[in-house]
């Protein structure tokens, strides 16, 4: 099967930056898509960034410019560096991938979160 382990969070002042890392492990065949997605206190979990294997990206409204996905495929990793921190950037950050586990069918992999907290 995939496991995922994410590391990065922490406390941060506004503005700050983060870097937020997600491995995936395990019997894996093939990834697709990797995602960023969060949820605040008393929100939706919502999609922050996504990354294809081809590299194409794309971002929430709320993160354009300020937020960057990057991915290594040979490491099957997944990065999310976040700059100019808000406080309502405030969330629990789970990793998403789509991957392939061998003698599997593809499916959808969480992260177990890691707490990002931007405050003064």
């Known amino acids: 099967q995939v496991q995922l382990v994410e590391s990065g969070g922490g406390l941060v002042r506004p503005g700050g930056s983060l870097t937020l890392s997600c491995v995936a492990s395990?019997?894996?065949?093939?990834?697709?898509?990797m995602e960023w997605y969060r949820q605040g206190p008393g929100n939706l979990r919502e999609l922050v960034a996504g990354i294809t294997n081809g590299g194409s990206t794309n971002y929430g409204d709320s993160v354009k410019g300020r937020f960057t996905i990057s991915r290594d495929n040979a490491k099957n990793t997944v990065w999310l560096r976040m700059n100019s921190l808000k406080p309502e950037d405030t969330a629990v950050y789970y990793c998403?991938?789509?991957?392939?586990?061998?003698?599997?069918?593809?499916?959808?992999?969480w992260g177990q979160g890691t707490q990002v907290t931007v405050s003064s």
């Open positions: 998403k991938v789509e991957a392939l586990p061998n003698g599997g069918s593809w499916s959808d992999y």
């Open positions: 395990g019997t894996i065949a093939a990834i697709s898509a």
